[in-house]
Nanobody
Framework: QVQLVESGGGLVQPGGSLRLSCTAS????????MGWYRQAPGKQRELVAR???????NYADSVKGRFTISRDSAKNTVSLQMNSLKPEDTAVYYC??????????????WGQGTQVTVSS
């Protein structure tokens, strides 16, 4: 099994910054895609940013220019630097990783989620 542990959420004022981190552990052979999704109350879970390969990223249009995703493949860690936060960024943020286990089985794992609240 592969476990994802997130950290870094919290309450911040509009215009502020937060940094989320996620570390994957367990029976990991390789991780292909790793990134962040979010879900606001009453809305579907949506992509925020992710690595789809070692050096190729996707960002939601709503966060381009404000959020930056980074990855440390050696440590199976992905981070999300969030700047110029807006109230509409308020959501539970989930880490996701897709890859192969040491047994050659594909995995698609989610973290438990971390709350980000942007409010004055």
């Amino acid at each position: 099994q592969v476990q994802l542990v997130e950290s870094g959420g919290g309450l911040v004022q509009p215009g502020g910054s937060l940094r989320l981190s996620c570390t994957a552990s367990g029976s990991i052979f390789s991780i292909g895609s790793m990134g962040w999704y979010r879900q606001a109350p009453g809305k579907q879970r949506e992509l925020v940013a992710r690595f789809i390969s070692s050096d190729t990223t996707n960002y939601a249009d709503s966060v381009k220019g404000r959020f930056t995703i980074s990855r440390d493949s050696a440590k199976n860690t992905v981070s999300l630097q969030m700047n110029s936060l807006k109230p509409e960024d308020t959501a539970v943020y989930y880490c996701n990783a897709v890859g192969l286990s040491e047994f050659g089985v594909r995995f698609n794992s989610w973290g438990q989620g971390t709350q980000v609240t942007v409010s004055s």
